[in-house]
């Protein structure tokens, strides 16, 4: 593998919404570039840090001692600032201030429409890791952060199935997924749910009934159906009430889970994930690669410019939906 001699200056943020993973990339960007010999800047939260010169000059026991921890050491925003041209000037000419050669962006569709936007007006040598629980993010098969949703859901359906079963009860539980409904489906088919409503498919109220009412016939003593913040029938409280108005057989509950599937030790899946993107991204920046975004396909790592990143949809596993409703029998 060809690799620049040139002693370079690599700068690492995080940026968007946090998930569990981030000090694993972040890790990983700072060890691998000190073990070519290059220098690491952190910019704290993000692009809004970039504006503000908020940074820390990285070493390798800047990094010790958090893979296994959730949330982000530098921090990380959303920057309306970032959206202007103006917003954009300060943060080039605060990079130029550090002689900065390269950049690492942890991010999401937000992060990586951004930083293409910025390196069109102030060219400069980027690579982006995809991060987002939703996993919806084109060109990796899995994203930072998604693999630890799911096991916190999955663990948290588990426990309410216990008090559903011991009380007879209905639950409704809503999981985050504004946009995409990948954690409610995985973690639905993981956790048995009778139902599963996500903005992919369009939600029939007389469907989900029916599917109550079977399970009803079959002695069912607690269900489950699990809903993703962005169904298109308004959510889980709407659902629940509408469903208890025309279903009364079971004491009905709702469980929104929240930003607790954010949080969290990321799980062996997400550490390595992240330990082999962060890996990733340097290298590329020494081969010269930028402007894209390294990824998993089919267990390979993979590079995807950033304008097919930002304009190409995700496709959605709609094959097991069709898995779910056979196994809720």
Known sequence: MSKTKKKLRIGVLTTGGDCPGLNAAIRAVTRTSIYY?????????????LIENQYLLMNSHSVSNILQRGGTILKTARSERFKTVEGRAIAAENLKGHNLDALVVIGGDGSFKGIETFTREHPMRVVGIPKTIDNDIY???YAIGYDTALNTVVQAVDKIRDTADSHDRLFFVEVMGRDAGMIALLSGIGSGAEAILIPESKTRVEQIIHILKRGWNRKKTSMIVLVAEGDDAGGAYKIAQEVKSRFS??????SVLGHMQRGGSPSCSD???A????????E?????????????????IVHTPFPVVVNSKKEFPMELMRIAEILSL
């Open 275 to 282: 330990s082999r993107l962060g890996v990733a991204a340097v």
């Open 249 to 254: 057989h079971f004491d009905t509950r709702v």
């Open 284 to 300: 590329a920046l020494l081969e010269g690669r930028s402007n894209e975004m390294v990824g998993v396909v089919n267990n390979q």
């Open 37 to 49: 010999g290059h220098e690491v800047i952190g910019f704290l939260r993000g692009y809004e840090g």
């Open 139 to 141: 060109g990796t098969d």
């Open 271 to 273: 550490r390595v994930l």
